[in-house]
T-cell receptor, first 117, second 115 residues
């Protein structure tokens, strides 16, 4: 089946630094990827939709200059948390649609835990 | 607008008990899809089931069963003879054409199965 990977799985950084998280589709080409954020004991909240070759679409309330998304190839989308602060500590999950399967199913990555000290 | 409500925040049962996780949804679309995911402590979402709005047949997969009722906008999930390994957070989600098929998740239900 379709597999989505994320790297790193864990990251700890100091406040003020930038952190890049990668999301890869391993055995399919993903024209659209999604980034979610999940705070402890809360649901997944969509942050943005990443489209290959074009600008990402951000959800209301998500700062695009804070969370930079780049989808430069059909198998890779990156999320960069710029000037991270402790309140950015969260679990970040990406997902991708498989074009051959259609719009209805997303495959989720294993997630990246970010801790900002 | 889409909305998914999982009213049960946490459920605690003893092993071998049956447990039902509730999910109520709202959407104006006539074509939509409902999902259940399991999120163990590791964090990775595990896909359990997808059901489209035109198929109200209940489904059973081993100890898992799902009851879809459009009349009450519910898509409940039952685990029969629960096991400790079933302990996890379970999310119900809805995707519909009006939302570009991007899923909206419920808040999740934490299931704790005690030995």
């Amino acid at each position: 089946g379709a597999v989505v990977s994320q790297h790193p799985s864990w990251v700890i950084c100091k406040s003020g630094t930038s952190v890049k998280i990668e999301c890869r589709s391993l055995d399919f080409q993903a024209t659209t990827m999604f980034w979610y954020r999940q705070f402890p004991k809360q649901s997944l909240m969509l942050m943005a939709t990443s489209n290959e070759g074009s600008k990402a679409t951000y959800e209301q309330g998500v700062e695009k200059d804070k969370f930079l998304i780049n989808h430069a190839s059909l198998t890779l989308s990156t999320l960069t948390v710029t000037s991270a602060h402790p309140e950015d500590s969260s679990f970040y999950i990406c997902s991708a649609r498989v074009p051959s399967v259609g719009l209805k199913t997303q495959y989720f990555g294993p997630g990246t835990r970010l801790l900002v000290l | 607008a889409q909305k998914v409500t999982q009213a049960q925040t946490e459920i605690s049962v003893v092993e071998k008990e049956d447990v039902t996780l509730d999910c109520v949804y709202e959407t104006r679309d006539t074509t939509y899809y409902l999902f259940w995911y399991k999120q163990p402590p590791s964090g990775e979402l595990v896909f359990l089931i997808r059901r489209n709005s035109f198929d109200e047949q209940n489904e059973i997969s081993g100890r898992y069963s799902w009851n879809f009722q459009k009349s009450t906008s519910s898509f409940n999930f039952t685990i029969t003879a629960s096991q400790v390994v079933d302990s996890a957070v379970y999310f119900c989600a809805l995707s519909a054409s009006g939302g570009s098929y991007i899923p909206t998740f419920g808040r999740g239900t934490s299931l704790i199965v005690h030995p």
